[in-house]
């Protein structure tokens, strides 16, 4: 079974501080997809990112990073000189192969982020 | 392209009434979903399709059908609905499978009283 925690519930940094966002999965597969998507007030869910298993290449997207360490099962989001439109709520998931032909995609509880200005 | 579509946007109903929900997409897509939001839980999925004339549960598919006669429609339909289903509802739609990026529909916030 596959299993994603945001242990982080609700942050709060004050505009230009940097800012991580955690994700720890548990999957029994080695093959498997991590993503972050991005819920503004607005309520639309926003695709950030998607990483394979195999690529353990750190992202850098403007002022968005993303940490993907296999060795102990995390994908941790950082945001650096936050600004007040990062202000959302920040969801990680994870799919894996492991029923295939069946494959569901699964969220983690979501990450509360506030900036403050 | 108008990508995923949902209706309606906002829906108040009684108990004990049924609605359908629901949602179309425009891009060709073969993997639609239905996930459910509620507050410190996440999105949490009802039902998914493959494709056209194959759907499945989710983790929480009770009190809930689908069906997909086309690859653009999966409507979601509440038989009987009970206070617990008060929740913003979305659809998704992706090329193939769970793990290729999922596109969201804008939401439907139900209330059921």
């Known amino acids: 079974a596959q299993k994603v925690t945001q242990a982080q519930t609700e942050i709060s940094v004050v505009e230009k501080e940097d800012v991580t966002l955690d994700c720890v999965y548990e999957t029994r597969d080695t093959t498997y997809y991590l993503f972050w998507y991005k819920q503004p007030p607005s309520g639309e869910l926003v695709f950030l990112i998607r990483r394979n298993s195999f690529d353990e290449q750190n992202e850098i997207s403007g002022r968005y990073s993303w940490n993907f360490q296999k060795s102990t099962s995390s994908f941790n989001f950082t945001i650096t000189a936050s600004q007040v439109v990062d202000s959302a709520v920040y969801f990680c998931?994870?799919?894996?192969?492991?029923?295939?032909?069946?494959?569901?995609?699964?969220f983690g509880t979501g990450t509360r982020l506030t900036i403050i200005p | 392209n108008a990508g995923v579509t949902q209706t309606p946007k906002f829906q108040v109903l009684k108990t004990g009434q049924s609605m359908t929900l629901q949602c179309a997409q425009d891009m060709n897509h073969e993997y639609m979903s239905w996930y459910r939001q509620d507050p410190g839980m996440g999105l949490r999925l009802i039902h998914y399709?493959?494709?056209?004339?194959?759907?499945d549960q989710g983790e929480v598919p009770n009190g809930y059908n689908v069906s997909r006669s086309t690859t653009e429609d999966f409507p979601l339909r509440l038989l009987s609905a009970a206070p617990s289903q008060t929740s913003v509802y979305f659809c998704a739609s992706s090329y193939e499978a769970s793990y290729d990026t999922q596109y969201f529909g804008p939401g439907t916030r139900l209330l059921v009283l």
């Open positions: 399709s493959v494709g056209a004339g194959i759907t």
């Open positions: 998931a994870l799919s894996d192969l492991s029923n295939f032909g069946n494959e569901k995609l699964t």
